[in-house]
């Protein structure tokens, strides 16, 4: 996948004061995203500061002319088999497109 592709489609999409929820667990996994294609999780190659998924997801909406209406952590469960489970929250934001 190629999460800012994604996102830039988001434009055609969208009409102008429709609404997009994105749920992810920001949980970034070479074996589905190429590391260059991450929004975050982890250090930035010439600061070492940390690159946060959810910063990064936030400055890449609002540049497409979205505006943050809601934020939650939402909880969700995964069966991987008969006796694994994977407990896993998700951060879940709601996003208004500009216009009318």
Do not use: C
């Not at 800012?4 to 999409?13: H, I, M």
């Not at 500061?49 to 952590?73: A, D, P, Y």
């Not at 969700?76 to 951060?91: A, D, N, P, T």
Request: hydrophobic content about 35%; charged content about 25%.
């Amino acid at each position: 996948p190629e999460p800012p592709k994604f996102l830039d489609g988001l434009q055609e999409v969208i009409n102008p004061g429709g609404v997009v929820v994105l749920a992810t667990p920001f949980s970034w996994l070479d074996q589905y995203t190429a590391r260059d294609q991450w929004m975050g999780g982890f250090r930035d190659g010439e600061t070492g500061e940390v690159v946060r998924s959810k910063n990064v997801l936030e400055r890449e909406m609002l540049s497409r002319g979205f505006t943050k209406i809601h934020e939650e952590q939402m909880p969700f469960l995964i069966r991987e088999h008969q006796r694994k489970y994977q407990y896993v929250i998700s951060e879940v934001t709601g996003w208004r497109k500009a216009g009318n």
